[in-house]
């Protein structure tokens, strides 16, 4: 299979916003994604949860577009389209059929130039309780439904922004306001804080110009805040651990461990043994805790990657009734440390890279994973170009090189370990509100 | 120009570039297996996909999840590539083997680059035709079953699910059950049973293998011949008489499941979940089977109520009210009639109020005209999504399996966006009467009854029925698993 190519122009605005263009016609399809470099990592204490309530709001409405009206115009096209926030960005896209394409770029123009026109209590309100319930829906109603929270909370520092999730908590939700919400769009939302990913079924220079027509009058804000240095130790210096009593009927291991930043070549790494150590039935976590030793339900391994102070790499495994989870902990600790200790054969290596190739080239296939790949290594390592060097990157890593990552990453005084158990009591749990 | 002169003119649609589903060539090969292939020009990436037109739904009760079981089990060696080797050898393709079953149909499936295609359906064929079933495997696959009933009843979403089914069907219908069993039935399945699942699966006249993806320079039904020809020996042994290329052979009728209500007035059954923040609501009713002649209009319909972003349901309930994170409603069409559900997961404190106002919807459907507003959003984002749809070959293959799973005419999707087209108004409204039946629906929930019991019952939308059973205090197996399939 040959390796997939990704020709795109890269340029700026003289607002700063920085467009990417890359066109192809294999579909009558075109995607829009624009990534803000603002994330929960740039909220204050006191305002958890900020960043994606406003992710809400920018979806009721702007000076020429009313509530609601910004899906049904994108729908009513043929098109699809949503946001989501993480911890070190935030983004919107939308797919269309490709002569609906200026429609998106207006609609994002729009609300870019002229959100707080529509901005009122009520929408705020409202959305407030939406963002309340995905809070009860994602965590708090859901078992083990906290472990991602726990997780950040538990490897990086209180002072730290990666330290409170990005869902917030209730009473910050709570208190956020009109002026919260202004403030923030003033200070995160212009331009030259942004990169617009077209790709697909495009002209570029037709699009090029609807860019400058609709983007470029767009005031920059000169003072965005940097976020100061979020630098961390490598590892954790010492092992963490909880252990959580909720309405569960088994327990289960969520493993966690700091992790090198998005972008390092280590990560990469790290990403191929996860694939090894968790990929599928025949790796190496599935086959001996699931299929030979038969301890644990399921098993999982991945990697969340971070631009500032670390990424995490965590794991989990479901225990099955009647095993003690001191030995389905022991045998996942026993795997992650081997890796640290002997080179990984030449076989599943292969097995690896060719599972890994296949699934990049699957992902590139679709108009909207493109735009967001672009944007996304555009922002968070302002080199777009990734894009096509990133299979051919995880296709080179070596056995040496899984083995030191995993020897610096899997240790002891590196580990969190957060262990679910079955609650005594049947209403003992998870629920934040329940006290409340 | 200013900015505001700039932004104040909307922009309207350019001119649309043609798109029409993409053609399939149909071979049926002498032992009436049908080759469906199309070709996705510039998507190195292949999809095969070999369907089987039985699934959970033709199973007997007392082997519930049997066939669910057998799929999963298909990976778990062959007689070529005993144990994990199967697994290993797709992997060395670049590729995973996926075997599974559905209500309605099992399937074998890989994605792999176009030059590995052979080397792949040499896989596929030994997956289906030469699983060993180990006794071993069997059992702890039956026991990561049994352990993952024991966490659906911890996730409200899935206890709900299955409360509701078996709600809104009388126990004679197969959708009664769990697609995947219940302790009662996957305690007992053994090696045996699944062997004698995988034998009546094997019939070539009731199955077909889609292929899609950049086919240039490949023979496809050449290479099926080759590696798949063999496959009515395996089955039950019955021979395609004159197999013509173009025309498939008689093709044996699909059975039509039996469907039942078990409700003839309005119910409420609520769960008890002590301290739950928000209560998991299901509100709805046995509903259609895919093959209906007004299909089109009942898609449009169910999109205006509960399917787009902007659906009645989540105007209301979400976008006005703030009660949920999301609402949606819609038929979960089978070969046999499946339900017709709103689904949604509300804030404790407003569940009655939450209910009244879905339900509230339910009768507007039926009792007013949607507005033109209304059916143009529906109409043209059906129309205008279609080749999103349809953007990768696993797609339009994924798709194709589903005409030939139900029995559908080839030229069902090509006609799609016509039919939504002609939609009117008044279809719209008919539909709604015809299978939306407000004075006989289950409203099924999972929440905290000490707080909502009064509400509901106060609220008078039927008879209502608390269930305060805990977590039994189950020993053996149970776990979370993969399988959505409730």
């Known amino acids: 299979m040959t390796a997939p190519s990704v020709s795109f122009t890269d340029e700026r605005l003289v607002n700063g916003l920085r467009l990417i263009i890359a066109e192809d016609h294999m579909a009558p399809v075109v995607a829009v994604c624009i990534w803000y470099a603002v994330g929960s990592k740039n909220e204050v204490p006191g305002k958890t949860g900020f960043a994606h309530l ?18 049904g115009l994108v729908q009513a ?7 989501t926030t993480w911890l070190d960005r935030t983004n919107y896209f939308e797919t269309m059929p490709s002569h609906q394409l200026e429609l998106a770029l207006w609609l994002e123009a729009d609300r870019m130039a002229t959100l707080l026109d529509a901005l009122n209590q009520e929408n705020l309100d409202n959305q407030r309780d939406v963002v309340k319930n995905e809070k009860r829906s994602s965590y708090d109603n859901r078992p083990y439904g906290q472990w991602s929270n726990k997780l950040q909370e538990l490897l990086f520092p209180p002072e ?6 990005t869902i917030g908590s209730m009473e910050d939700l709570d208190a956020a ?3 919260d919400v202004a403030g923030f769009f003033r200070t995160y939302y212009p331009p030259n804080n942004a990169v617009l990913a077209i790709a697909g079924d ?3 220079a037709q699009a090029r110009a609807w860019v400058e027509h609709y983007f470029g009058e767009i005031a920059a804000n000169p003072a965005i805040p940097p976020l100061g240095d979020l630098s961390l130790p490598a590892t954790l210096g010492g092992e963490r651990r909880e252990i959580v009593e909720d309405r569960v009927p088994l327990p289960r291991h969520y493993f966690g461990f700091r992790a090198p930043r998005f972008g390092d070549p280590r990560l990469e790494a790290l990403e191929v043994a996860a694939q090894i150590l968790a990929g599928g039935k025949g790796s190496r976590l599935y086959r001996r805790l699931v299929r030979e030793e038969r301890i644990a339900q399921d098993v999982a391994f991945f990697t969340l990657g971070f631009v500032g102070g670390a990424s995490i790499a965590a794991g989990q495994a479901t225990v099955r009734p009647g095993v003690d989870p001191d030995v389905v902990e022991r045998a996942f600790e026993e795997e992650l440390e081997r890796l640290g200790r002997e080179p990984v054969t030449a076989d599943e290596l292969a097995r690896a ?3 890994i190739e296949t699934y990049e080239l699957e992902s590139l296939q679709r108009v909207e994973e493109r735009a967001d790949r672009l944007a996304m290594f555009a922002t968070l390592l302002d080199d777009p170009d990734m894009i096509n060097r990133q299979l051919e990157r995880y296709l080179s890593v070596t056995p040496e090189e899984i083995q030191a990552v995993a020897a610096e990453v899997f240790r002891p005084d590196n580990r969190v370990v957060i262990t679910y158990v079955p609650a005594a009591e049947a209403a003992a749990g998870q629920d934040e509100e329940t006290a409340a | 120009m200013t900015l505001e002169e700039i932004l104040a003119a909307r922009p309207s649609p350019g001119q649309p570039r043609a798109y029409s589903f993409p053609k399939f060539e149909r071979t049926v090969l002498p032992s009436g297996l049908q080759v469906l292939t199309v070709h996705v020009p510039g998507r190195p990436l292949v999809s095969a996909n070999l369907i089987f037109q039985r699934g959970a739904v033709d199973e007997p009760a007392d082997l519930a999840g049997a066939t669910i079981l057998a799929a999963r089990a298909m990976t778990e060696g062959t007689e070529r590539y005993p144990g994990v080797e199967l697994i290993e050898a797709a992997e060395r393709l670049g590729s995973t083997l996926h075997a599974e079953a559905s209500w309605d149909a099992f399937a074998a499936s890989v994605e792999v680059a176009a030059s590995r295609l052979r080397a792949a359906l040499e896989l596929l064929d030994e997956l289906v035709e030469r699983p060993t079933f180990p006794a071993e495997e069997v059992a702890r696959l039956r026991d990561e079953r049994l352990n993952d009933l024991l966490q659906m009843r911890a996730e409200p979403r899935r206890r709900v699910e299955h409360a509701f089914s078996q709600s809104i069907y009388t126990a004679e219908s197969p959708y009664w059950r769990l697609a995947a069993g219940d302790r009662s039935t996957v305690e007992r ?13 094997l019939s070539p006249q009731r199955s077909a293998l889609v292929v899609g993806g950049d086919l240039t320079g490949l023979d496809v039904p050449r290479m099926a011949e080759e590696v798949l020809g063999s496959l009515a020996s395996a089955g039950s042994g019955q021979s395609s008489a004159s197999a013509v290329s173009g025309e498939p052979t008689a093709k044996p009728a699909l059975s039509v499941p039996v469907a039942d209500s078990a409700v003839d007035r309005t119910i409420v059954r609520l769960y008890h979940r002590p301290g739950s923040v928000q209560s998991e609501v299901r509100i709805g009713h046995v509903g259609l089977p895919r093959r209906i002649s007004d299909f089109h209009a009942v898609q449009v319909m169910a999109a205006i109520l509960g399917g787009l972003f902007n659906s009645r349901l989540q105007l209301n309930l979400r976008e006005d009210k703030g009660y949920t994170y999301g609402v949606g409603a819609g038929f979960d069409m089978r070969r046999g009639a499946g339900p017709f559900a709103v689904r949604t997961a509300v804030q404790t404190a407003v569940t009655g109020p939450a209910i009244s106002e879905a339900l509230s919807e339910l009768r507007r459907m039926r009792d007013t005209l949607v507005t033109e507003a ?52 008044l279809d719209v409204q008919k539909a709604a009467q015809d299978h939306i039946h407000p004075e006989r629906l289950a409203i099924v929930l999972v929440g905290d009854a000490d707080v909502v019991a009064g509400d509901l019952e106060a609220a008078g939308f039927g008879q209502l029925e608390v269930i305060r059973e805990e977590l039994p205090e189950e020993s053996g197996e149970a776990g979370s698993g993969d399988g959505e399939d409730e």
């Open chain 1, 54 to 71: 406003f992710e809400h709001v920018m979806f009721q409405g702007s000076r020429h577009v009313a509530k609601t009206e910004h899906m």
């Open chain 1, 77 to 83: 096209a043929g098109g699809t389209l949503n946001g």
């Open chain 1, 160 to 165: 730290h922004p990666y330290h409170h999730p």
């Open chain 1, 177 to 179: 306001s009109l002026e």
């Open chain 1, 202 to 204: 495009v002209d570029p």
């Open chain 1, 353 to 355: 890279r060719a599972l």
């Open chain 2, 189 to 201: 399945l053994t090696r045996d049973e699944l062997i004698g699942i995988h034998r009546a699966l």
């Open chain 2, 374 to 425: 209304e059916l143009a959003a529906a109409r043209d984002y059906m129309v205008g999504v279609f080749p999103l749809r349809f953007e990768t070959p696993g797609a339009v293959v994924g798709a194709i399996g589903g005409l030939y799973v139900n029995g559908l005419p080839d030229d069902e999707l090509a006609c799609y966006r016509d039919l939504i087209e002609r939609v009117t108004a």
